[in-house]
């Protein structure tokens, strides 16, 4: 069974930069659709991006220009790097596999991880 597992949050200043990674194991993670999601506390949880088994990548709308996603097919991992970090951007970051590249939904995913915090300061 597919389970992944996120890294990489911490506390960082307004301005400065994080990467997340996202690891799965149990299977190869390598045939799916993987993506990033963001919770604040009594908020849905929306869609960052998402980065299908070719590459492709799809942005929210508002993160389009600081966030980038990658994946690493040999490492079995994806990866959220975040530049220019806002205030805004202070959320629980979760990883989600085997959803759509484009709608990202929460309940599109059918796996997911248990998150990373990321909070940003000014």
């Known amino acids: 069974q597919l389970q992944l597992q996120e890294s990489g949050g911490g506390s960082v200043q307004a301005g400065g930069s994080l990467r997340l990674a996202c690891t799965a194991s149990?299977?190869?993670?390598?045939?799916?659709?993987m993506g990033w999601f963001r919770q604040i506390p009594g908020k849905e949880r929306m869609g960052v991006a998402a980065?299908?088994?070719?590459?492709?990548?799809n942005y929210a709308d508002y993160v389009k220009g600081r966030f980038t996603i990658s994946r690493d097919n040999d490492k079995n991992t994806i990866y959220l790097e975040v530049n220019n970090m806002k205030y805004e951007d202070t959320a629980m970051y979760y990883c989600?596999?085997?959803?759509?590249?484009?709608?990202?939904?929460?309940?599109?995913?059918?796996?997911w991880g248990r998150g990373t915090q990321v909070t940003v300061s000014s």
């Open positions: 989600a596999a085997d959803g759509p590249l484009y709608g990202l939904a929460e309940y599109r995913y059918k796996r």
């Open positions: 149990g299977v190869s993670a390598n045939a799916y659709c």
């Open positions: 980065v299908d088994s070719d590459g492709s990548t």
